[in-house]
């Protein structure tokens, strides 16, 4: 069953840099055809996408965070990674990973395998 | 830029069939796909493609498209039910959109 994971401080300072990894296990990140993906959600808000990589380095990024994100992938380690700089309140979230699926012909998307994830309180 | 619209709460009597909206430009290209998400834990995917359920989901959740409006449809609605639900989909640059979300109340 694959299984994944955030890790990361839980507490970053306004203007510093938000990093978090999330480790799969039962599966591996090399896997054809998926690719590893950062969602977020605002206390008592709705899911926000921030960007999704493949493994072999393809990256997707929201527009609107674009500026701030860095997503990287380490396959030796079967993990993926999450920066955020800059940050500010606003970026207090539940920061969640996934693996994104999509159709044959893509005329679909789906984030199928999530983690638990994990609360990040932007505070001086 | 993409954009999904949910009415942000419905309500449904138990037993009773509620139907559960996400409107938007792309849902024309692509299809949209639906997450059920209760207080503390993870989003589930519930709904993806045309209409297929990953495993364990149960059939009275079922889901249609028609224009720019996809329809999340829950025949005879539980009490487990009760949940936020979030369509998603993709644009044609590739870029993933989510809708606000829906709190759906079943009384």
């Known amino acids: 069953q694959l299984q994944l994971q955030e890790s990361g401080p839980g507490l970053v300072k306004p203007s510093e840099t938000l990093s978090l990894t999330c480790t799969v296990s039962g599966g591996s990140i090399s896997s054809s055809n998926y690719y590893w993906g950062w969602i977020r959600q605002p206390p008592g808000k709705g899911l926000e996408w921030i960007g999704s990589?493949?493994?072999?380095?393809?990256?997707y990024y929201n527009p609107s965070l674009k500026s701030r994100v860095t997503i990287s992938v380490d396959t030796s380690k079967n993990q993926f990674s999450l920066k955020l700089s800059s940050v500010t309140a606003a970026d207090t979230a539940v920061y969640f990973c996934?693996?994104?699926?999509?159709?044959?012909?893509?005329?679909?998307?789906?984030?199928?395998?999530w983690g638990q994830g994990t609360l990040v309180t932007v505070s001086s | 830029s993409s954009e999904l619209t949910q009415d942000p709460a419905v309500s449904v009597a138990l037993g009773q069939t509620v139907r559960i909206t996400c409107q938007g430009d792309s849902l024309r290209s692509y299809y949209a796909t639906w997450y059920q998400q209760k207080p503390g834990q993870a989003p589930v995917l519930v709904i993806y493609?045309?209409?297929n359920r990953p495993s364990g989901i149960p059939d009275r959740l079922s889901g249609s498209s028609s224009g720019n409006t996809a329809s999340l449809t829950i025949t005879g609605a539980q009490a487990e039910d009760e949940a936020d639900y979030y369509c998603n989909s993709r644009d044609s640059s590739g870029n993933v959109v989510f809708g606000g979300g829906t709190k759906l109340t079943v009384v």
């Open positions: 996934a693996r994104q699926g999509g159709g044959d012909y893509g005329d679909y998307i789906y984030f199928d395998y």
């Open positions: 493609g045309k209409n």
């Open positions: 990589i493949y493994y072999s380095g393809t990256i």
